[in-house]
């Protein structure tokens, strides 16, 4: 494998608009991200992904841009941004923005235009597409619910959005629109970025005849996924912007990509792939319901752990993949993965080790440093997000109760990681002097940085042991390129696998998610216990020493050096 820069980096997802906010709008800002640099670098971060900061109306939170050269307002001004850069780059740091180029606001100027003139220049930007029979082109339902076309008013028209209807979609078959959104791209990166988290990208590809499908729900619509699935080419598109952009700077691109067809990874993210790495995000998956989140179903460990071990072993085959817990559109990985009895902070220690050492660039999202939780709320006016008021009234339509209804948010709506972050025990969990724009998590008087920060024991100082290891120079070399091998499969409660470099020095991380405590019988001499997540190294040394075998109880997880092999 070609090596990469940003190979043995540590990144870290900040939400900007629930990290810190400095002047009181209850808005997090830039202010606050430059101001909490140090706090990342102590915790081991080279690569920070801003959620978008471009001028939006926030139907979308951000996710709808309205002008993708400007700095949304609550956020800052573009001097303050141009500063997080510099400041950044002083610490050896790089940032990375979010690229939205699906869709953008109906607030942009390009659809405004399009809206006035719907047969003139901006109109092609779009999909206006002339209704069938009267109705609309096709029967796709967006993925915030409902048709994902809408009229144009005026006209015999639709517009599509695959997304909610303030976020047209972009027509990518435009050779204007691309050179147009390929400049954009180079305007960043000449400015000094890193390069980008590229936003639900595999849609960009349409099938222009807008074919109907099967209705695979009660409204009588069909997923707008079925035609992202059917349609064939969306790779030319992908090679060409790479081509006129990230290649020429050699900037770090991570996509966001679901519903690829499996034998695209390659070209995805092999050697001179489209994307320098995607997201894995097989473990979130499988919490999926059918149709909704009221029919989404808890992750049993087994299936878990087994997922993550298959994908890793495709993935090393192929590329380089971003690992992470939990992300801005899911709940927190704490309460999704972790068991009940688990979900304490050896159990958040024992997640965060399982999951940092394999194979791939790791990403922290903000506050899983600190061990942040789901949120419950009691009632859906309590929820900001556009998808969660979607899948409240679709759990209503099947059947459910609003308590149940309610029940499906607290275990899977995206606001559950998008409460403010929580740096101390004071009001609004420091977040805020003002009001923030969504209330934080009432547990911040005992999660929280401050706290953390004091204590030698917390998460938070365990996962700066993490980044350190991790970087440490004896071991980079294997955890960087070492291959991932599970090991202790069958077990019902082990998560445990070895990363083993080209020169034969091999690691094991091992968690027991389990109630009970389980021995594992080590294949090779122990010459070091590298991590405890109990403090225990001393401990587990001596017994791996006298007895060949490491006993981890219930929450508990290790990483130790073994012999090398041949
Ligand atoms: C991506 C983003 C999500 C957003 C959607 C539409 O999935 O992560 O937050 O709602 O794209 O832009």
């Known amino acids: 494998m ?51 900061i471009y001028k939006s109306p926030f139907v979308d939170q951000g996710y709808d841009i309205a002008d993708y050269y400007q700095i949304g307002e609550e956020f800052g001004t573009m001097e303050e941004f141009d500063e997080l850069l510099a400041e950044a780059k002083k610490r050896g740091m790089y940032i990375l923005m979010d690229l939205v180029v699906n869709h953008c606001s109906d607030q942009h100027e390009w659809f405004r235009q399009a809206l006035k003139d719907p047969e003139g220049e901006y109109a092609q930007y779009f999909h206006f597409v002339k209704g069938k029979n009267g109705e609309a082109p096709s029967n796709y339902r967006s993925y915030f619910g ?57 849609n960009i590809k349409k099938d222009l005849d807008f074919p109907s499908f099967p209705a695979d729900g009660p409204d009588g619509l069909a997923s707008c996924v079925k035609m992202v699935e059917e349609v064939q080419g969306v790779g030319d598109y992908l090679e060409d912007m790479k081509r006129e952009t990230f290649q020429k700077y050699d900037a770090f691109t991570v ?19 489209h994307f320098s790495t995607m997201f894995d995000f ?83 999202y903000q506050g899983q440093e600190i061990g942040m939780t789901n949120c419950r709320r009691s009632d859906i006016s309590e929820y900001d997000d556009i998808s969660t008021i979607d899948q409240y009234h679709e759990a209503l339509r099947a059947g459910c109760t609003q308590e149940e209804a309610l029940a499906c948010c607290y275990a899977n709506s995206r606001d559950n990681a998008r409460t403010p972050m929580q740096w101390e025990a004071g009001e609004n969990a420091g977040f805020t002097k003002g009001t923030p724009w969504l209330s934080v998590n009432p547990n911040y008087t005992k999660i929280n940085v401050a706290d953390q920060e ?24 294997t955890f960087t390129y070492g291959t991932f091998a599970p090991v202790y499969e069958a077990s019902d409660s082990v998560f445990a696998y070895y990363r ?28 070091k216990v590298l991590l405890s997540n109990l403090g225990r190294e001393a401990a587990l040394q001596e017994e791996a020493e006298t007895e060949g075998k490491i006993t981890l109880g219930s929450c508990e997880s290790a990483v130790l050096l073994l012999e090398s092999v041949d």
């Open 500 to 527: 083993i470099s080209e020169e034969g020095q091999k690691i094991l991380v091992a968690g027991n998610y389990g109630t009970e405590a389980c021995t594992l019988k080590l294949e090779g001499a122990c010459r």
């Open 146 to 202: 409902g048709s994902a076309w809408e009229k144009v008013p005026g006209t015999d028209k639709y517009y599509l959005h695959m997304f909610a209807k303030e976020q047209p979609d972009f027509k990518w078959e435009n050779p204007r629109l691309r050179k147009e959104i390929y400049q954009m791209i180079n305007w960043w990166l000449d400015k000094g970025l890193a390069g980008f988290r590229v936003d639900a990208i595999i």
């Open 454 to 477: 004091e204590r030698a024991d917390s998460v938070l100082e365990f996962y700066k042991k993490l980044t350190a290891l991790k970087k440490c120079p004896e071991y980079k070399e």
């Open 282 to 364: 097989s473990a979130h998956e499988l919490a999926q319901g059918e149709s909704g989140w009221h029919n989404s179903r808890p992750v049993e460990f087994r299936e878990w752990r087994d997922t993550i071990f298959a994908s890793q072993k495709k993935l090393q085959e192929v590329g380089f993949p971003a690992n992470i817990i939990e992300n801005h559109d899911e709940p927190r990985g704490a309460s999704r993965f972790l068991p009940e009895y688990a979900q304490n902070e050896a159990g958040k220690k024992m997640l965060g080790t399982t999951s940092f050492f394999l194979y791939g660039i790791p990403f922290i």
């Open 2 to 52: 070609k090596r990469k820069w940003w190979h043995d980096k540590v990144a870290y997802q900040i939400y900007p608009k629930s990290f810190l906010d400095t002047n009181g709008d209850g808005i997090g800002d830039l202010r606050g991200i430059i101001s909490k640099l140090d706090y990342l670098k102590e915790l081991g971060v080279d690569i920070i992904w801003l959620s978008p």
């Open 255 to 273: 996509a966001e990509v679901f519903n690829m067809k499996e034998d695209e990874l390659a070209e995805f993210i092999g050697e001179d792939g």
